[in-house]
């Protein structure tokens, strides 16, 4: 599986961005989908999950309620719909691929490159 991240940009704080994360294969709806992010200096943070068919998910308490994540199987992509954006949330955001239902970032076998995301105070 390969995939690709998009979307990130420059945003004020209390702004919104869409990122998106294409992939290759047709068995995309078999893995389960994950975002984490990296800010300089910090460890690789654990964002959102999805279940294969999207009927499960998971944030991080630092993001619930603000971020949603979507997918659609047939067009192969996945979504990170960030809303009131913060200063703190200012990182480089990777989209990935696991068989595992986890927020562990070691079990996501497949990763895209990152979209760098910079929230302005």
């Known amino acids: 599986v390969q995939l690709q991240a998009s979307g990130g940009g420059l945003v004020q704080a209390g702004g919104s961005l869409r990122l998106s994360c294409a992939t290759s294969?047709?068995?995309?709806?078999?893995?389960?989908m994950g975002w984490f992010r990296q800010a300089p200096g910090k460890e690789c943070e654990f964002v959102a999950r999805?279940?294969?068919?999207?009927?499960?998910?998971n944030y991080a308490d630092s993001v619930k309620g603000r971020f949603a994540i979507s997918r659609d199987n047939a067009k192969n992509t996945g979504y990170l719909q960030m809303n009131n954006l913060k200063p703190e949330d200012t990182a480089t955001y990777y989209c990935?691929?696991?068989?595992?239902?986890?927020?562990?970032?070691?079990?996501?076998?497949?990763w895209g490159q990152g979209t760098q995301v910079t929230v302005s105070s």
């Open positions: 990935a691929a696991s068989n595992l239902f986890t927020s562990r970032a070691g079990a996501y076998d497949y």
């Open positions: 294969g047709r068995t995309f709806s078999s893995y389960v």
């Open positions: 999805i279940s294969g068919a999207g009927g499960a998910t």
